[in-house]
């Protein structure tokens, strides 16, 4: 592809919102970057945030498949007008939001396959699905379908076994097991089923792409121990689901060279590469850079941290997924709902709404807030199973703190000391090479990140704000194209390293290590206090 020097890549995040596209150089620094926002750039599909919400039943939510497809039109255009030269190119990959699935319609292989570059993808794929609108990650109408999964296998914890997370009514399994029970007609005239990210793969391999491990693992079909679908599971959700899904790969895979549709109409290379697309989670942890001793702790509306794990771990409530980078390795999501709002709530009643009050009032009290431990849950949380406000004292629990210092240290060290707890229970081992990388609103605030570091007694890193999953997408074409030439660290290490913001004081293990294990204590107990009540 002449001067390997010139060489771009592109990277798409097919999210619930918008699709955002980047073109990186080979040092990974973007050229261009394009976003098409659904409710807007696309009106006619009448969605909000970029889902439908049924009017009679509101868990059940979906987005129109076709609505995706005009977008991919849409941004390639807009990257055009920008000047793009399709032609140095040298590898595609994506990202879509986790979970849902796409139906196409019996011969949409053979329409990918002959797509007339005169006309929009969108006008010629109209016909393509049969069911028109996607089932997403924002639906919870599959209860009853969770249950059938959980207990075709002998329960949650036999199903969290065997892949990864316990029934959820998101998973993809679910989905298509009720597809299946309410839309018989339609499951059975489906040739393949995709989840979001291989069905954008589809759109440019100019075939049905296959789903990569790392995705798949978010389905409960899918052994994340040998890679490949649990025929028990597969049973319960419809017949012949093996062949619609297909062999999940891993996700550095070369998929096969870019549909000449692209070659035609965009004068891409027909060298091009298509690499596997994964899942906007695990694109996350690749735009991140996460590696085997990091921790990503993401501090937004939800609190996730996510955890490069060797062996998959058994617990109940979060997520092990088969890893993105290394296939032999695995991550783990931990997802807090109670995250940046819980906060707010604290500093608006104690700090009168400032930030830099709140700040000094967390900087004022001494490390370990004199034995005193809060959890605070706005919204019933799932890890732990706990819904209201938890105050203790040094001696027991209390109604209510001394000081609006002290509430305001309880409530950052009791999200911290829960992020630390539940990243050992998944089986991270936090020693002297352990590093941390705070991402998301709260992470500007210096405070809260040297809380974060004396409670995990590890460094504390930041890099510049940027979408991750995006730019992961983008690593994700290069390291695809290399793989076996060149390892991921090689790759990306023309980028900026993270910045150091803060490290633990000497004495933060001896201060925090048993206040984790008193936390521990603390929710074994109210947690069997509100499942009794």
Sequence with gaps: MGDEGDNLYLGLDLSTQQLKAAVVNEKLEIVAEQIVIYDSDLPEFRTQGGAIIDKVNNSFITSPTLMWVKALDIVLDKLTVAGINFSKIAAVSGSGQQHGSVYWQRGAGETLAKLNPGQFLHQQLAQSFAVANSPIWMDASTTKQCKLLEDAVGGPMKLAEITGSRAYERFTGSQICKINQTKPEAYKNSERISLVSSFLCSLFAGKIAPIDISDGSGMNLMDIRTKSWNQTLLDVCGPNLAEKLGNPVPSTT?????????????????????????????????????????IAVSLGTSDTVFLWLLEPKLVLDGHVLCNPIDENAYMALLCFKNGSLTRERIRNKEAGS???????????????????IGLYYDNQEIIPFLHGDFRFSKTGRVNKFTSPEVEVRAVIEGQCIRNRAYSE?????????????????????????????????????????????????????????????????????????????????PDAETIYLPMVQRYRAIVKELTSEQRGS
């Design 354 to 372: 400032s930030w830099d009050t709140f700040s000094k009032l967390l900087e004022s009290t001494p490390r370990g807030n004199f034995g005193n």
């Design 425 to 505: 229970d998944f089986g991270f081992k936090i020693d002297k090479n352990t590093k941390i990388l705070a991402t998301g609103g709260a992470s500007k605030n210096k405070a809260i990140l040297q809380v974060l570091s004396d409670v995990f007694n590890a460094p504390v890193y930041v890099q510049p704000a940027a979408n991750s999953a995006m730019l992961g997408a983008a690593y994700q074409a290069k390291h695809g194209l290399l793989f076996g030439k060149k390892s991921y660290d090689e790759i990306t290490s023309t980028l900026p390293e993270p910045q150091l913001i803060c490290t633990p004081y």
């Design 254 to 294: 070369i998929v096969g060279s870019i549909s000449p549709y692209y070659v035609e109409r965009y004068n891409f290379n027909t060298n091009c590469k298509v690499v596997a697309c994964t899942g906007d989670n695990p694109a996350s942890l690749i735009g991140m850079r996460l590696t085997e001793c990091w």
